[in-house]
Each structure stands twice: as structure tokens, then as C-alpha cells.
């Protein structure tokens, strides 16, 4: 596998280094070792998949508050999205800014994204499928959502939205959380789990 640190430190993407042969490849995508030598200390707790039918299709932004922030290993295993992370560690120098990338079933990219941070996706293909390993078990009572479309993060989402969640469409913005934001997502409460 290959890392790349993103300009938002802590978080990787992941590339896939194939074993080709002319049956066609084979390629590591998780190695508790590899992941370790960079300090990134990954316990799986759960794997999902999302089905999305629709090109365009938007689901996020999500995260879990400390103590059950989730460290999310994300990859696509059919079609392709825009897949977007949001800093929202106080004590960042990044904090609100974003990242969007790639990921494709052709590409083959993860990306490892730590614990306190936003994330979420628009589907660029008809039935696109997302596969997740997850570091922290769901737990809706401390979920929290930002507005995809908030002002305040700037993300550019490069085709319309055609599906979303009556959940993610009333989602709240940085303008409305913000404060509890800095709050709960602050270092000395996600070093309680
Ligand atoms: C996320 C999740 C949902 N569910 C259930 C709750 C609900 O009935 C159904 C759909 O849930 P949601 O609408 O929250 O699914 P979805 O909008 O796909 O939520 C996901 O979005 C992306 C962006 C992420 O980053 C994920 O971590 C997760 O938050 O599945 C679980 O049982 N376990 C889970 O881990």
C-alpha cells in the first residue's frame, strides 16, 4: 500500500500497490502492521457498505462526538464518488477547512480518515458502492451532522444533488454548532474513551 499524508495531517489516502498477474491483480487494502509504522493506530470495529442508485446521490456530512468518534477507512467498490473529509479538531490549524477526493472502484483509493472529522460524499455514478472499516461502533445518540451545502465550508460539489436525506438536507451549519463544535470535539473530551 501507498500513503499520502492530505494537507488536513492525520488523514491519508490510501493507494493500492497490485500484484498483476494475467489473472489480473492482487492488492493489500488494510494491514493492521503497515498502518501502525505510520502511527496510525486503526482497530476495526465494524465494516459497511452503502448502495447508492443514483449519480449525484449526497450522503454526510457525518461524525460521531468523542467518545465514540470514529476513525473511517473508506473505499469504493463499484462506480465512483467525490468523497469529502471536514477538520473538526478545535486545536487544528485546518479546523473547518476540507478535503475532497476521488475514489473509484477504478482507482482502487482509500482514504483513512481519524478520528473528529466530517464526512461525507456525492456519487458520480449510477450505483455506486462505498465499503467503510470503522474504528468506534455506531452510535446514534452522539451522531452529529453538518449541512452539505454550508456557506461557511465552501465545498464545492461538482454535480447537483438528486437524492439526499430528509436527515442530511436539515443538517445544521457551522453558524448553529459551531460552539458546541469547539466544545465537544475539544482533545480533553475525545481522550476519555
Ligand atoms: C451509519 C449506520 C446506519 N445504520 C442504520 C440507521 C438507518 O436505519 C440506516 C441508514 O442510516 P444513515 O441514514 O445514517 O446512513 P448514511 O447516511 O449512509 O450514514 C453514513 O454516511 C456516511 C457519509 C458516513 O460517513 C457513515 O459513517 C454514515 O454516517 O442504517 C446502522 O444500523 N449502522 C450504521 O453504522
Redesign the pocket.
Known sequence: MIFSETKLAGAYVVDIDPQKDNRGHFARVFCEDEFSARGLKFSVV?A?V?LNAKRGTV????FQYPPAA?I?YVRCMRGALADVIVDLRPESATYLDHLMIELSAENGRGLYIPERFA???ITLQDGTEVS?F?GNA?T?AVQGALRYDDPHLKIEWPLPVSVI?G??RKASSVFEIGAELKDRMSVRESMVA
Open positions: 465494524q459497511s452503502s450522503r454526510g456530512l457525518h470514529e473511517k464526512h461525507g460524499f467503510y470503522i455506531y446514534p436525506s436527515r442530511d
